[in-house]
Nanobody
Framework: QVQLVESGGGLVQPGGSLRLSCAASGRTFSSYDMGWFRQAPGKEREFVAAITGSGGNSYFGDSVKGRISISRDNANVVYLQVNSLKPEDTAVYYC????????????WGQGTQVTVSS
């Protein structure tokens, strides 16, 4: 059974940083694109970042560009580093996976809450 489990969320002060992790299991994800999305209360789910299976290419959403980085290791774990956090970054962050860059994200985690507040 495919499973994506996010961790690392929590309460952070404005200007702070956070690193989210997503551990994938159930199959080998080394060739899969991995991505992060977020959804704030009352808003649609928003693309945050994605990284290709090889790790050679990464993509970022406009609202977070310049403040985030995405990386992955060889053990089916992908990381999202978010810096200079703002209150508007408050959302549930979801990890997702797809078989290729041409496919939709079809595997999803349960999400981890990130709250940015003083």
């Amino acid at each position: 059974q495919v499973q994506l489990v996010e961790s690392g969320g929590g309460l952070v002060q404005p200007g702070g940083s956070l690193r989210l992790s997503c551990a994938a299991s159930g199959r080998t994800f080394s060739s899969y694109d991995m991505g992060w999305f977020r959804q704030a209360p009352g808003k649609e789910r928003e693309f945050v970042a994605a990284i290709t299976g090889s790790g050679g290419n990464s993509y970022f959403g406009d609202s977070v560009k310049g403040r985030i980085s995405i990386s992955r290791d060889n053990a089916n774990v992908v990381y999202l580093q978010v810096n200079s956090l703002k209150p508007e970054d408050t959302a549930v962050y979801y990890c997702a996976a797809r078989t290729s860059s041409m496919a939709p994200f079809s595997y999803w985690g349960q999400g981890t809450q990130v709250t940015v507040s003083s």
